[in-house]
């Protein structure tokens, strides 16, 4: 890995390669022997004019995200904003490298040298940067010995040479923005570089010890649920199999994605369940799931689960207020167990079906009376009262009582008068 130095760091490497190339059959008569004339700066400030003398310039005109790196170690936070890794910046560093000259022929002999030196580099050696940094330090500069710290040598990916395309339009508009005139130039890609920091932060602690357990795969399997509508409190079995794993406690019923429950009682092919009164009415969901408790540790843990059943879960109409009722009034209806604001109700009386909306956003998340407008819908009569939540309705209990003024009568009743 590298620092944000390295950046500068390949800027120099640059530099390096063109500077010793010349001592083996470069250009040495239009440069003077001299290394001078190969710059690293931006091409406003290069002196231009007749009097221009001949050289390179390396010029690093845009820095791009390295896309087959720039997601590792990603994310380097937790939910907490705890560090839990150093992610890397990978960066692609794109340079324009030009040749400039007074004389006939000049800038188009250095401008072919350079790129057959890179050409000739197309991943630069660890050495050649390490000997490139150390080149800067005799000099004494204080650049020189920022960049001479940059880690660039010793990261682990190489530092590659790629030549790059550019249309017509693109460097006229590079040219354009640098505001100078223009010279023969190319491009260049130099990739990658990654920077990242040494911060220290908290990993994972070690595995310390492992607990394997095999089982056969036998998940529960439910095959009906008698009876398949059922009140809140009520208790019905579920008939299936594989239901009992190496111990009775192993085995829950979970309603509707719940933490599951302890059936009232167990065998391998049916259970019985007592239903929480807090569950709403409607059509549920059940599932019989086994847990798996490992050797190493006295929690369980999930495992083995059947598909989902479904079962209704009815409502149950323990009051209605006033009774009698006005025919233009609204009747109160207590249910059990309480309805969701969300939840879809609608009261029958007789055959006559009286809707109501979900309850406003500010009423409570549930309630356990409801009130149903008649609005004149409903002649003057005594009637069977019922109840629907989400599709499950109440059921209607015929009087047997001997002697009773209902008797042979489904109630619970509402009597609507003028």
Not at 84 to 94: E, W
Not at 99 to 116: C, N, R, T, V
Request: proline fraction near 9%; hydrophobic fraction near 40%.
């Amino acid at each position: 890995m590298s620092n944000y130095l390295a950046v500068g760091g390949v800027s120099a490497v640059l530099r390096w390669l063109l500077t010793d190339a010349l001592t083996s059959g470069g250009p040495s008569v239009i440069l003077g022997g001299s290394s001078a004339g190969i710059t690293v700066t931006s091409p406003d400030l290069v002196p231009v004019g007749a009097d221009e003398q001949p050289g390179v310039n390396i010029f690093m005109y845009y820095a791009s995200l390295n896309p087959a790196l720039r997601n590792v170690n990603l994310p380097s936070r937790n939910a907490y904003g705890n560090a839990i890794s150093n992610p890397p910046l990978a960066l692609n560093l794109h340079y324009l490298v030009s040749a400039y000259g007074s004389k006939q022929f000049d800038p188009e002999i250095l401008l072919g040298w350079a790129m057959k030196v890179l050409h000739d580099t197309p991943v630069v050696p660890r050495q050649t940067i390490q000997d490139a940094l150390d080149a800067l330090l005799p000099g004494g500069t204080h650049e020189g010995s920022l960049i001479d710290g940059c880690l660039l040598a010793s990261q682990i990916e190489h530092i590659r040479i790629t030549p790059e395309t550019l249309t017509t339009e693109e460097i006229y508009r590079l040219w354009t923005a640098f505001q100078t005139s223009y010279r023969p130039t190319t491009s260049y890609q130099v990739s990658v570089v990654v920077i990242q920091d040494t911060n220290t932060y908290a990993s994972n602690l070690p595995v310390q010890t492992r607990s394997v357990l095999v089982l056969p795969m036998q998940s529960p399997v439910i095959d009906s649920i008698v009876p398949g509508a059922v009140a809140a409190g009520g208790t019905f079995t579920v008939l299936g199999g594989n239901f009992v794993g190496d111990a009775a406690s192993q085995t829950l019923v979970s309603i509707d994605g719940a933490a599951g429950i302890a059936p009232a009682t167990l065998q391998s092919k049916a259970l019985r369940v007592t239903l929480p009164s807090t569950l709403q009415a409607g059509t549920r969901l059940l599932r019989v799931q086994r847990t798996v408790t490992f050797p190493t540790s006295s929690k369980p843990h999930a495992g083995f689960s059947s598909s989902p059943m479904p079962f209704q879960l009815l409502p149950t109409i323990t009051n209605a207020t006033p009774n009698p009722v006005a025919q233009s009034g609204s009747v109160t209806i207590t249910v059990s167990p309480s309805v969701g604001s969300m939840q879809q109700a609608a009261l029958y009386i007789g055959d006559i079906a009286i809707p109501i909306d979900q309850r406003p956003t500010s009423a409570p998340l549930s309630s356990s009376t409801l009130v149903f407008p008649l609005a004149n819908s409903v002649p003057v009569g005594t009637y069977p009262l019922r109840i629907e939540i989400d599709g499950a309705q109440s059921r209607l209990t015929l009087d047997t009582t001997t002697g009773s003024p209902t008797f042979g009568e489904y109630l619970p009743q509402l009597q609507v008068t003028p």
